[in-house]
T-cell receptor
Framework: QQPVQSPQAVILREGEDAVINCSSS?????VHWYRQKHGEAPVFLMI?????EQKGHEKISASFNEKKQQSSLYLTASQLSYSGTYFC?????????FGSGTRLSIRP | EAQVTQNPRYLITVTGKKLTVTCSQN?????MSWYRQDPGLGLRQIYY???????DKGDVPEGYKVSRKEKRNFPLILESPSPNQTSLYFC??????????????FGEGSRLTVL
């Protein structure tokens, strides 16, 4: 079952912060986060593993609540380059299922 | 350069005409997967493969076939395409299998239109 992302879209001014949430109804082994710019392929940002290990981007952080099967992506001091659609991917039983995405627009 | 290569990048075809979208990766990854992307629906998994000769269905496998005869290649086959298969397709690979895969590396995408 597809994880639920919120919000569906957000508009920020450069320098503002944003939080994107991802929630699953199934037990998870890990959560992936990807960013896709228009007309391009998704690009890896971060993986959060069961047990607390994180691997990923320097300027973007995330959390993973295993008990609640929820993850949040934190974008601080947003830059114009952060614009795009963010997808969370939840992993269980070898399948990585993506949410429908959160469109982030950054204005100067 | 590490990459996932898909071909063709763009294709317009007609209903019922068999087609194959090729996917090749040069990173010696065990795990490969196909996704389709439609507006508002995100990326939906079609099929995945954990290694050579090991494939399994994703969430939307109807109308598609795959094979994994070599580690580097994972073609997607549409035996009899229909207009509802018009979509943007992505192939992806990862270095790990099950129980915590590594990051997915995506190909550039193949935009398919079925008339």
């Amino acid at each position: 079952q597809q994880p639920v992302q919120s919000p569906q879209a957000v508009i920020l001014r450069e320098g503002e912060d944003a939080v994107i949430n991802c929630s699953s109804s199934k037990a998870l082994y890990s959560v992936h986060w990807y960013r896709q710019k228009h007309g391009e392929a998704p690009v890896f940002l971060m993986i959060l593993l069961k047990g607390g290990e994180q691997k990923g981007h320097e300027k973007i952080s995330a959390s993973f609540n295993e008990k609640k099967q929820q993850s949040s992506l934190y974008l601080t001091a947003s830059q114009l380059s952060y614009s795009g659609t963010y997808f969370c991917g939840t992993e269980g039983a070898s399948k990585i299922i993506f949410g429908s995405g959160t469109r982030l627009s950054i204005r100067p | 350069e590490a990459q996932v290569t898909q071909n063709p990048r763009y294709l317009i075809t007609v209903t019922g005409k068999k087609l194959t979208v090729t996917c090749s990766q040069n990173m010696n990854h065990e795990y490969m997967s196909w996704y389709r992307q439609d507006p508002g629906l995100g990326l939906r998994q079609i099929y995945y493969s954990m290694n050579v000769e090991v494939t399994d269905k994703g969430d939307v496998p109807e109308g598609y076939k795959v094979s994994r005869k070599e580690k580097r290649n994972f073609p997607l086959i549409l035996e009899s395409p229909s207009p509802n298969q018009t979509s943007l397709y992505f192939c992806a690979s990862s270095s790990k299998t099950g129980g915590g895969s590594g990051e997915l590396f995506f190909g550039e995408g193949s935009r398919l239109t079925v008339l």
